[in-house]
């Protein structure tokens, strides 16, 4: 089992920056690939970055260059550097570990960008 906190979410201008986190409580968090998806009112829940355990990364087109993900290992941490956030960024925000055949999520952090 792999439990999953965000935090960081928030109300930002246009053009603004946020960082999200997420903390993950398991002790084989080196070895899984972690990601960060959201989802709009109305819409399905998207793919916004991965990371793999030796650091690989991949971006939707709609954040690549405006979103960096990230993680920390010894912490057991991943991140979410958002900058330049556009108001179609608003959404809730989810922490993703795949190990296995499972899918485990946080809670969601909301992100509003206000134009």
């Known amino acids: 089992q792999v439990q999953l906190v965000e935090s960081g979410g928030g109300l930002v201008q246009a053009g603004g920056s946020l960082r999200l986190s997420c903390a993950a409580s398991?002790?084989?968090?080196?070895?899984?690939?972690m990601g960060w998806y959201r989802q709009a009112p109305g819409k399905q829940r998207e793919l916004v970055a991965t990371i793999t355990p030796r650091g690989s990364t991949n971006y939707a087109d709609s954040v690549q260059g405006r979103f960096t993900i990230s993680r920390d290992n010894g912490e057991k941490a991943v991140y979410l550097q958002m900058n330049s956030l556009k108001p179609e960024d608003t959404a809730a925000y989810y922490c993703n570990a795949k190990w296995g055949q499972s899918d485990f999520w946080g809670q969601g952090t909301q992100v509003t960008v206000s134009s």
């Open positions: 398991t002790k084989i968090f080196s070895f899984i690939p």
